[in-house]
């Protein structure tokens, strides 16, 4: 994954405790761990680890997959989990007189099967993680269907032949996943809901400034798409995903001859021609409302997958923060923060950090950083008004000590009288201009602002206050004439934006001055 990504929103994790049962419940690590219970002194194993051949029936009779026809790949597959988490220890064979290894290797109990029933939920994640890094080797290995034709004169796989780039391949899926993630967690994204195959891995292939998506494109979508339904039939038994695969039909047509199918002539070109992040939700992506989404394959992280998909994040350098994260950072750190959190996350995040303290201290910490003239400060001061408005009586001797601060005094009338509180000086007109230009330069500075709002308020002050013009360039603040400029852009009253135009040169004026 790319380190360079941008900041993305914060997920709401569900508890570790929730996540590790999820992580024990996951068919794949269940079966490793009964493996890892039913190996013994008996086993045997090669040298690299694996089961042997003669061994795989009897570890799929244990798992009760005897009578499954894929049963010994399922506990091949089990077993690699249990080997590369440590549920077991693998113990080399002896070598024989030429120092080459003399035979089978065998295995004992490993270091981490104990924490299966007795470590901490952290340590059980731990352990699922590791399991998940062996699924995703497994998911971005190369699909050898003809593997005869691969074989060399010595017996080795000629790798090369493969035309498989392991990087590119590990890349392109950490890459889905986090657009997936993204996805989840953004609030106009999918959510909880599935995603359509086709619309995410057009999301990876089709430039965002493409238009009609050429036969060219359509093709890599349809290809990876069908990488991707065999990616993630291997990543759902470890608990990452729900997935609806592929329907089979689609896929007997595209093996019958038409290159991208009808996946691709209806599925992907919707997809495809649909803005990654719009059309992800499985709408945008299909304007055809007759179009039966769910044949193309749909997925969907799982609250444990969210969890390992923000492991890997956080492991490439990304800052993927969770709510939760700043409930024992300063209120200065805290509202610093919250200017690149979606309203819930962000209401999310201060309940959290709020829980933790006493509404009195807390109230003045959460005023004192909302201090400033600095480029955020009417951001940090938004953030600031919502959070007491989280708060109850206890935090009005804070308030009321602000009252008179030309930058706070305005914010603490207006939590004052939403709560009906007696003795509220008025506000000098100074202040009440001064509060007009905070709020909208606030406005103006947070991410994903409902526009049709800003102009309400932008035309809700201008008929509030007859002239408000006339007096709005002289406010020393120093968003004064950004403000201006903005309410000459939104305001419908032709008149009224012309004059706020002018007053916006006039403050630009006098600030140069």
């Known amino acids: 994954m790319s380190g360079d990504r941008p900041t993305l929103p914060p997920v709401r994790l569900h508890p570790d405790a929730e996540l590790a049962r999820a992580a024990l419940a996951a068919p794949l690590l269940a079966r490793a761990v009964r493996l890892a219970r039913w190996a ?21 009779e244990a798992l009760g997959l005897a009578d499954d026809e894929d049963g010994e790949a399922y506990a091949g597959e089990a077993w690699r989990v249990a080997v590369d988490t440590g549920l077991v220890a693998v113990h080399d064979p002896e ?17 981490t099967l104990p924490l299966v029933t007795s470590g901490s939920p952290q340590d059980v994640l731990a352990l699922w993680l590791d399991g998940l890094e062996t699924v995703f080797a497994d998911a971005t290995a190369p699909v050898l269907d003809d593997i005869d034709d691969l074989v060399g004169e010595n017996g080795d796989i000629d790798f090369e032949a493969l035309d498989w780039d392991p990087e590119a391949e590990a890349e392109f899926l950490d890459g889905v996943l986090g657009n997936l993630y993204l996805l989840t967690v953004s609030e106009d994204g999918a959510g909880d809901g599935p995603v359509p195959l086709p619309a995410l891995a057009a999301s990876m292939i089709v430039p965002d400034d493409m238009g009609e998506p050429t036969d060219d494109v359509l093709e890599q979508v349809s290809q990876a798409m069908m990488r991707l339904d065999d990616q993630f039939r291997v990543l759902e038994p470890m608990g990452l995903v729900e997935y609806r695969p592929v329907d089979e039909a689609l896929l007997v047509e595209a093996a019958d001859g038409d ?7 209806q599925g992907v070109e919707g997809a495809a021609g649909a803005d990654g992040a719009d059309g992800a939700d499985g709408t945008a992506a299909f304007g055809d409302d007759d179009l039966d989404v769910e044949r193309y394959g749909m997925v969907r992280l799982t609250p444990l997958g969210l969890y390992g998909v923000r492991s890997r994040l956080l492991e490439a350098g990304v800052d993927a923060p969770a709510v939760g994260d700043l409930a024992d950072r300063g209120a200065d750190t805290l509202l610093a923060a919250l200017g690149r959190f979606p309203g819930a996350a962000a209401r999310a995040e201060t309940e959290q950090w709020l829980a933790r303290r006493e509404n009195l201290p807390a109230a003045r910490e959460l005023l004192a950083a909302a201090k400033g003239t600095d480029a955020g400060s009417p951001l940090r001061r938004l953030h600031c008004q919502q959070a007491l408005a989280l708060m109850g009586a206890e ?11 030309p930058e706070l005094g305005g914010l603490a009338r207006v939590w004052l009288a939403e709560r009906g509180a007696a003795d509220v000086p008025p506000p000098p007109e100074a202040m009440v201009f001064w509060l007009a230009v905070d709020t909208i330069a606030a406005q103006l500075d947070a991410e994903g602002g409902d526009l049709s709002e800003l102009q309400e308020l932008v035309e809700g002050l201008t008929g509030q206050h007859s002239g408000f013009f006339d007096e709005a360039w002289r406010v020393e603040h120093p968003a004064t004439p950004e403000v201006l400029e903005a309410m000459g852009r939104l305001h419908r009253d032709k008149q009224l934006a012309k004059d706020a135009r002018k007053a916006a040169f006039k403050a630009r004026s006098r600030a140069g001055a």
């Open 40 to 60: 013994g002194p008996e086993t045997r194993v090669g040298a690299g680890g694996e089961l042997v051949e003669e061994q795989l029936g009897a570890a799929a």
């Open 95 to 111: 070598a024989d007189d030429e120092g080459e290894p003399a035979g089978e290797g065998t295995v004992t109990a490993g270091d």
């Open 259 to 265: 290159v991208r199918g009808d996946a691709s002539s």
């Open 395 to 405: 935090a009005e001797p804070a308030v009321r000590e602000v009252l008179d601060d």
